[in-house]
């Protein structure tokens, strides 16, 4: 342990060991840049986090060169079908239109950050601290210093959060419902999106739990108004399934079985500036979104990829390169999130030109093959400048 009085030197100071922290560091390493991680959870802790990610085509391949054979367990997405209950027209982008590659996969929260947090304690370039809280941060002209609460200091060149959320207190007017359910109908690899008047829900193929029941198991994300989610985390499981089924309709699935439920509170938000000197935000720190689409960890990951390579085009001027970063992410982060803040509001509005809008959008997509591969890559790689 270095003495209080001494800091410890380092290129990138990274607050937070997640999956977007991880990933920055592994990114940076492999660009030649050394990077300390910071976090209060031991690896053990952060691994009870039980959240599924749906993970873009493109996340998946800057995983996979990274990982290799460590990655984690996956599901893949072969196909999703985006409908609105009670309205005409529906949407199907399908891997047939990629060759029969993936659109994209899910992967538990907990089998990711395990195998990214291996891979960053066998890197050479990587320091990990947990489990150890940051007391403080001070900026100066050259340098960041970390006050941990261990008595050390941790100087750097520049400091990367990473770390929870951008969004704040536990109170919101909306929140998700997530629930393991079993349905029959849906082909293991497709995903889909529902639009109801109470909110989107999303059905997402699960990676194979080792425990097979008679019908397909799918994760689901019910977004909806706090209070009408936190009734619904009352019923029973019959009568959570008829509700489930009543959105779903006859003819898309049959719900057959329902697990575990839990919901979190929602409040998408995004910062308007993503550095201050030289600190630099990322994922979750950087923008909050609706989980419509599941667009938030992959626009995390796109600001990982962005960093390292800005930093490693000009190591030696990191203001520089973050100021290069901030500019850089501005078109990708507002389409996204413009998009994602925009779908649940069209899709449950009552006006009846937007309930046209919405039906001739979803022919469109899916009749014009221009259109729905171009919606289709956006989700998987993002906008690119």
């Keep these: 342990m270095s003495s209080p009085r001494h800091p410890t030197p380092g290129g990138v100071v990274i607050l937070g060991a997640g999956p977007i922290g991880l990933a920055c560091a592994l990114l940076l390493s492999m660009r030649g840049i050394r990077s300390q991680l910071i976090d209060a959870r031991t690896l053990e802790q952060a691994r009870q986090d039980r959240r ?45 239109d990629f060759g029969g590659a993936a659109l994209g996969a899910t992967v538990w929260y907990s089998d990711l950050v395990s195998a990214l947090g291996h891979a960053a304690q066998d890197d050479p370039n990587v320091i990990v601290h947990r489990p150890v809280r940051v007391l403080g ?4 002209p050259g340098s960041v210093v970390i006050q941990l609460d261990d008595a050390r200091r941790i100087e750097a060149t520049i400091a990367v959060n990473a770390e929870g959320s951008a969004a704040g207190g536990q109170s919101a007017p909306n929140s998700a419902l997530l629930a393991d359910l079993e349905v029959e109908g849906l082909a293991p690899g497709t995903a889909l999106e529902r639009f109801t ?30 209070d009408l989610a936190h009734s619904q985390m009352m019923l029973s499981d019959a009568e959570f399934a008829g509700k489930i089924q009543a959105m779903l309709g006859p003819r898309i699935a049959r719900v057959t079985r329902v697990g575990r439920r839990s919901r979190f509170p929602l409040q998408p938000q995004q910062r308007l500036r993503l550095r201050e000197h030289r600190m630099v935000y990322i994922g979750n720190a950087a923008q909050s979104l609706h989980p419509v689409a599941g667009q938030g960890f992959n626009l995390g990951m796109r600001d990982c990829i962005c960093l390292a390579d800005c930093l490693a085009r000009d ?7 973050l100021s290069r970063y901030e500019a850089t992410r501005k078109a ?28 001739a959008a979803l022919t469109a997509f899916d009749t014009i093959a221009p259109l729905r591969r171009g919606l289709a890559s956006v989700l998987m790689f993002g906008v690119r400048n």
């Design 52 to 96: 599924l990610l749906a993970l873009s085509r493109g996340t998946v391949q800057v995983l996979a060169s990274r990982l290799g054979e460590r990655f984690a367990p996956m599901a893949p997405i072969l196909d999703v079908h985006v409908s609105s209950v009670g309205q005409f027209g529906a949407t199907h982008l399908s891997s047939r």
């Design 137 to 140: 941060l001070e900026q100066a």
């Design 197 to 226: 008047r109470e909110g989107p829900l999303a059905l997402l193929p699960m990676p194979a739990t080792g425990a097979a029941g008679p019908g397909t198991p799918k994760s689901m994300i019910w977004c909806a108004e706090s």
């Design 315 to 321: 190591p030696a001027d990191p203001v520089a390169a």
């Design 332 to 359: 990708d982060r507002f389409a996204i999130s413009t998009f994602t803040g925009g779908l649940p509001g069209l899709f449950t509005s009552r006006l009846a030109p937007a309930a046209w809008a919405r039906s």
